[in-house]
């Protein structure tokens, strides 16, 4: 069983940067893919952005592309999301999920390990 643990989050004003960390345990790190999801108070977690087995595929939310980057590196079982440009309405707690194939996954029911999650808040 996999265990995922963010971390990097934190406040930063409108405009600002962030990165966050996803360390994994557990093998086969590599052949699964990876995604990030946030879910700000009261509404559903949403997908954010998820990465292939290999790293070269990935893919966004409309909401959040051209703004942040997922990225993996397979030999530290660790995936981060790079974060720019960042807006108040990126406010949320932001989790890593591991999916249950290789592909770049969107859909949340489609994950099968999830961390505890890293509170970013974005100040204007």
């Known amino acids: 069983q996999v265990q995922l643990v963010e971390s990097g989050g934190g406040l930063v004003q409108a405009g600002g940067s962030l990165r966050l960390s996803c360390a994994a345990s557990?093998?086969?790190?590599?052949?699964?893919?990876m995604g990030w999801f946030r879910q700000a108070p009261g509404k559903e977690r949403t997908f954010v952005a998820g990465i292939n087995w290999s790293g070269g595929s990935s893919g966004y939310a409309d909401s959040v592309k051209g703004r942040f980057t997922i990225s993996r590196d397979n030999a530290k079982n660790t995936v981060y999301l790079q974060m720019n440009s960042l807006k108040p309405e990126d406010t949320a707690v932001y989790y890593c999920?591991?999916?249950?194939?290789?592909?770049?996954?969107?859909?949340?029911?489609?994950?099968?390990?999830w961390g505890q999650g890293t509170q970013v808040t974005v100040s204007s």
């Open positions: 999920a591991r999916s249950g194939s290789a592909a770049v996954v969107r859909t949340s029911t489609d994950y099968r390990g």
């Open positions: 557990g093998r086969f790190f590599s052949s699964y893919g």
